[in-house]
């Protein structure tokens, strides 16, 4: 007990450290995210709908093909006209995969039981040497 009260705010350090190791894997767990080749499995044998949620710029310039532009300042009002299935599967990508995250807990509040997010979005996409379509 002593070597605990003597050393305080090392233990604080530890712990603190601990928790930021484990905030991503946590968070990405949370927001139900797929890696790409999850993502193309759900999209061939489950016919999952794809919901880009960048700008329209960003969309044009390269895109998933068959993916659904709804920016995410407009997905609340917009996604349930685009997908009126809520138990359709949904992969929902941005650029990086952050934005896709906060669509994610959007669609679930909506009713959308089955909303994924692509981990790494576009970019990761890129990475794997899967097709784009550009505008």
């Given at each position: 007990?002593?070597?605990?009260?003597?050393?305080?705010?090392?233990?604080?350090?530890?712990?603190?450290?601990?928790?930021?190791?484990?905030?991503?894997?946590?968070?990405?767990?949370?927001?139900?995210?797929?890696?790409?080749?999850?993502?193309?499995?759900?999209?061939?044998?489950?016919?999952?709908?794809?919901?880009?949620?960048?700008?329209?710029?960003?969309?044009?310039?390269?895109?998933?093909?068959?993916?659904?532009?709804?920016?995410?300042s407009e997905l609340a009002?917009?996604l349930p006209g685009a997908?009126?299935?809520?138990?359709?599967?949904?992969?929902?990508?941005?650029?990086?995969?952050?934005?896709?995250?906060?669509?994610?807990?959007?669609?679930?509040?909506?009713?959308?039981?089955?909303a994924e997010s692509m981990?790494?979005?576009?970019?990761?996409?890129?990475?794997?040497?899967?097709?784009?379509?550009?505008?």
């Amino acid at each position: 007990m002593k070597f605990v009260l003597d050393n305080w705010m090392l233990i604080a350090v530890v712990l603190t450290s601990g928790a930021m190791l484990f905030w991503p894997m946590i968070n990405a767990a949370g927001a139900g995210s797929l890696s790409v080749d999850l993502a193309v499995q759900r999209m061939n044998r489950d016919k999952a709908v794809v919901i880009d949620v960048c700008e329209p710029k960003e969309f044009a310039q390269a895109h998933i093909a068959g993916a659904k532009n709804i920016p995410l300042s407009e997905l609340a009002a917009k996604l349930p006209g685009a997908v009126k299935n809520k138990e359709q599967s949904l992969i929902l990508v941005c650029q990086s995969g952050s934005r896709s995250r906060s669509a994610v807990a959007m669609a679930k509040k909506l009713g959308y039981t089955q909303a994924e997010s692509m981990a790494g979005g576009m970019g990761a996409w890129r990475s794997a040497n899967l097709p784009i379509r550009k505008a």
